[in-house]
């Protein structure tokens, strides 16, 4: 069973708009949230890592929130731009040596 | 070097045959992981170093997968008797510490598919 769920699955948003991807999550013990972004045939890069403490943080202009009550994190991607073109993934640290990951969002950014 | 580099990038390997996929963590970096990545999906994790040391393989699927650190540097995943179920995206990470609170940094994978 998946831990982690994110929606949407994919969208197409138009260049220069703004989009939000959400994750829910299971996990517990809960240690941290993180953000990667995976473009096509490349390795996840990390955007943003926060605790449970810890309810938003941006980094340029993608702004991830997080709600541990709830369970909930969101990516705000502002002003999209076509490089913004890629999965988004969020990962949770179980806190023993293992991530738990989601499916993705997959993001298309149209001129 | 600069990141994590895997090779090779794509492998084509006929049902039955053994494959052997190369990691080079960043230097200095004590911790690797291996992950698979179906068509799709997220990376589902399959082993972790410490050092030389296999700490926990408790996600590889099947005992036709084995992994080696032998020096603490470079890693070597190696699938025996592949099946095509094994037909995925193998990713590997390093990271600097010994705790997930340290960032991972991901190689740009290596592309097994099995016929």
């Known amino acids: 069973k998946n831990q982690v769920e994110q929606s949407p699955q994919s969208l197409i948003i138009l260049e220069g708009k703004n989009c939000t991807l959400q994750?829910?999550?299971?996990?517990?013990?809960?240690?941290?949230l993180r953000w990667y972004k995976q473009d096509t045939g490349r390795g996840p890069v990390s955007l943003t890592i926060?605790?449970?403490?810890?309810n938003t943080k941006s980094n340029g202009r993608y702004t991830a929130t997080l709600d541990a009550d709830t369970k909930q994190s969101s990516l705000h991607i502002t002003a999209s731009q076509l490089s913004d073109s890629a999965s988004y993934i969020c990962?949770?640290?179980?806190?023993?040596?293992?991530?738990?990951f989601g499916k993705g969002n997959q993001v298309v950014v149209i001129p | 070097g600069a990141g994590v580099s895997q090779s090779p990038r794509y492998k084509v390997a006929k049902r039955g045959q053994d494959v052997a996929l190369r990691c080079d963590p960043i230097?200095?970096?004590?911790?690797l992981f291996w992950y698979q990545q179906a068509l799709g999906q997220g990376p589902e994790f399959l082993t972790y170093?410490?050092?030389?040391?296999?700490?926990?393989k408790s996600g590889l699927p099947s005992d036709r997968f084995f992994a080696e650190r032998p020096e603490g540097s470079v890693s070597t995943l190696k699938i025996q008797r592949t099946q095509q179920e094994d037909s995925a995206v193998y990713l590997c990470?390093?990271?600097?510490?010994?705790?997930?609170?340290?960032?991972?940094?991901f190689g740009p994978g290596t592309r097994l598919t099995v016929t």
């Open positions: 990470a390093s990271s600097l510490g010994r705790v997930l609170t340290y960032e991972q940094y």
């Open positions: 994750c829910n999550y299971t996990v517990s013990p809960f240690s941290n």
């Open positions: 926060m605790t449970f403490s810890e």
């Open positions: 990962v949770c640290n179980e806190g023993n040596n293992r991530l738990a």
């Open positions: 230097s200095g970096h004590v911790s």
């Open positions: 170093f410490q050092n030389e040391a296999q700490l926990d």
